[in-house]
Every structure is written in structure tokens, then in C-alpha cells.
């Protein structure tokens, strides 16, 4: 079995790496990982129904789809991630407990006392500390959890927390528990880095066919091309969603404007622009320009930047409709 960990924290990257692993290696793997701030989202989910926009794009958090399903996730550098890929054999999908023990082992270590809870979390006194999610491809299995040890609550919950828009459609939704960090339950306090020193070293001293692995430059290389192919493009963490449904409204000084979409791989199949304002032009060509375009604020602008904005809703600004459009207002 191979242990692996590095210093890379580009989310695109540790992403891309554990579908690397899963898909080009034939040994056992243990994977110890660390992300900047990022909102991963499952794989079947509609992006724009978990995260807040707003507030990601305000604090620079990436979005990135992994390649199993569950619920949306904050990941920060206080947050360790662990990922188990194996050969696959029945029984093993969604047996948790298996993938998960080792890691209450290691925290009943540490005299904190976690433990499986429901499907797919770990707890300490009912509170969730990790979650878990697994996918099968080919003849492997990967499994991987968060261990949230000194996270930014604030971080967890603005990003986390979808802005009241009305959006309809089947993606996954996420389930939200109350949540700690392990740092809380400690008796004896560590930093981030300690603990998964740890962990580590845990896994070296209980598995004894463990041995460490370190990336080569061919490792990195064949990762990279993952996250320029894949995990850093949009059309992979937003146009993926499902389906749905799209409708937001405001009331300017100059009247009311209501916009409702139907989407479909991240673009705009079908779009009316409702309201009491006035106009010069109608409103159909601006409706027809935006079909087919994607759903995203540098899209829309461009669509709409043929357009004197003015003539078709009067008073009304590019940049409010794009905003109007896409959700993509800031927050105050």
C-alpha cells in the first residue's frame, strides 16, 4: 500500500490527482491532502443550488465537482482530507464503517471518542467533524472523507449557504448537521500540520505493507493536464449540473424586472424577461441573444454588450441585468 501526501493545496490539483490515482495506479493507496479555501460539490449536484455565489466570488473560493456523489463540502488548510482507493470487491461500497475505523482509531488515540454516525459521517458527541463519499470506476473503489480540525466556521457557513433565489431542479441537495472541529474535543492542543503528522504516522505504524510514496515530475505533469482538461473549467464544475431552473427578480427605481431561465449543461435553453419598466425596443432580441449562452456573469456580459442596454429597459444598467441574470450581485 502506498501512502501519499505533498504540499500542494491547489484544490484543481488535489482533485484532479485523486481521479489520477484512482484511474493510472494498481496498488492500494492511502492519500493525506490539504486544500485553500474551496467549495466541492458532488457529483450530482447543481453547483449554483449549494454555493453563495456572492460570497464565494467576494473571498476568492474555488468551486470545484469531484468525482463522488454526497453533498457539498468546505474544505480550508485547517481541514485535512484523506482518500483510500482499493481494488474493488463486493460488500465494499458504502460499507463506511470499514474505510472509517482506522480514523476513529486513531482519534480514540488521542482520547477523543468519534465514532460512525448515520450513513456516512463521524461524530464527536453527535456533533459531524467528517463526511464521506465514495465512487467505484472500473475495477477500483475510492473512498474519501474531510476531518475538520480548526475549519473557519464563518467560511463553512457563508459559502456554504445558497442566496434565496428560486431554483428548481434534480440535483443532490446537500443536508446540513451540525458541525465541530477535533481541535475542540483535544486535551492536549496541535496544530493542523501535528495531526496529520499523526495520522501519518499512524497509518505507517498499523499497516504494515504501508510505505510512503512521493509525486514525480510525470505524477504532476499527467495531473496538471487533469486540471486544465477538467477540474479547473467551468463547464465541469458548473455546466455538469443538472437540469433546472432559474427565476430571481428586483425592484429598481425604475420599476420591477423579473427574469426566470430554464438551463441545461450550464447554458440557457430558454429565457423571458418580465417587469413593469419601459422601453424603446422589445425585449425578445436581448432574450434571444442569451439562448445557448452559458450561465455565467463574463458570458452574459459579452452576449449583452452588443446591446444599448437602455432602449430595452429603461434606466436599467449592462452590469445590473448581467447581475440580475446570474446572481452574481456582491454582497453588502
Same mark, same amino acid.
Given at each position: 500500500m502506498l501512502l501519499i501526501t505533498h504540499d500542494f493545496t491547489d484544490p484543481y490539483f488535489n482533485l484532479a490527482s485523486e481521479e489520477y490515482f484512482l484511474r493510472e495506479f494498481n496498488e492500494e493507496i492511502i492519500y493525506l491532502w490539504r486544500n485553500d479555501n474551496a467549495v466541492i460539490v458532488g457529483k450530482h449536484q447543481n453547483t449554483i443550488e449549494e454555493v453563495n455565489q456572492q460570497y464565494i466570488d467576494r473571498q476568492g473560493i474555488k468551486v470545484v465537482r469531484r468525482l463522488t456523489g454526497g453533498g457539498a463540502v468546505f474544505h480550508d488548510i485547517d481541514n485535512?482530507?484523506?482518500? %483510500?482507493?482499493?481494488?474493488?470487491? +463486493?460488500?465494499?461500497?458504502?460499507?463506511y464503517a470499514f474505510f472509517t475505523d482506522p480514523i476513529c482509531e486513531y482519534l480514540n488515540s488521542l482520547d477523543v471518542n468519534a465514532q460512525l454516525n448515520g450513513r456516512n459521517d463521524i461524530t464527536i458527541?453527535?456533533?459531524?467533524?467528517?463526511?464521506?463519499?465514495?465512487?467505484? %470506476?472500473?475495477?477500483?473503489?475510492?473512498?474519501?472523507?474531510?476531518?475538520?480540525?480548526?475549519?473557519?466556521?464563518?467560511?463553512?457557513?457563508?459559502?456554504?449557504?445558497?442566496?434565496?433565489?428560486?431554483?428548481?431542479?434534480?440535483? %443532490?441537495?446537500?443536508?446540513?448537521?451540525?458541525?465541530?472541529?477535533?481541535? +475542540?474535543?483535544?486535551?492536549?492542543?496541535?496544530?493542523?500540520?501535528?495531526?496529520?503528522?499523526?495520522?501519518?504516522?499512524?497509518?505507517?505504524?498499523t499497516l504494515p505493507d504501508c510505505k510512503p510514496y512521493s509525486l514525480s515530475s510525470h505524477d504532476i505533469s499527467q495531473i496538471q493536464n487533469l486540471v486544465e482538461t477538467r477540474y479547473s473549467r467551468w463547464d465541469w464544475n458548473y455546466g455538469s449540473s443538472p437540469k433546472y431552473t432559474f427565476s430571481n427578480q428586483k425592484k429598481y427605481d425604475f420599476g420591477l424586472v423579473d427574469v426566470r431561465l430554464n438551463v441545461a449543461s450550464g447554458k440557457i435553453e430558454e429565457i423571458k424577461i418580465f417587469g413593469d419598466y419601459f422601453a424603446i425596443k422589445d425585449i425578445e432580441e436581448i432574450e434571444s441573444s442569451l439562448k445557448g449562452c452559458l450561465h455565467e456573469p463574463d458570458a452574459v456580459a459579452r452576449a449583452l454588450g452588443a446591446f444599448n442596454i437602455e432602449e430595452y429597459i429603461s434606466h436599467m444598467s449592462p452590469e445590473e441585468l448581467v447581475q440580475l441574470i446570474t446572481d452574481s450581485s456582491p454582497e453588502l
Open positions: 485535512i482530507n484523506y482518500s %483510500v482507493i482499493l481494488p474493488y470487491e +463486493s460488500g465494499l461500497f458504502s460499507n458527541d453527535g456533533l459531524k467533524f467528517s463526511g464521506n463519499a465514495q465512487a467505484v %470506476v472500473g475495477s477500483r473503489i475510492m473512498h474519501h472523507g474531510t476531518l475538520l480540525f480548526s475549519s473557519n466556521p464563518s467560511h463553512i457557513e457563508g459559502a456554504l449557504k445558497p442566496s434565496q433565489l428560486k431554483i428548481e431542479s434534480k440535483g %443532490v441537495k446537500s443536508v446540513r448537521s451540525r458541525i465541530t472541529n477535533i481541535s +475542540s474535543h483535544l486535551a492536549k492542543a496541535m496544530t493542523t500540520e501535528e495531526f496529520m503528522s499523526g495520522l501519518y504516522e499512524f497509518f505507517m505504524k
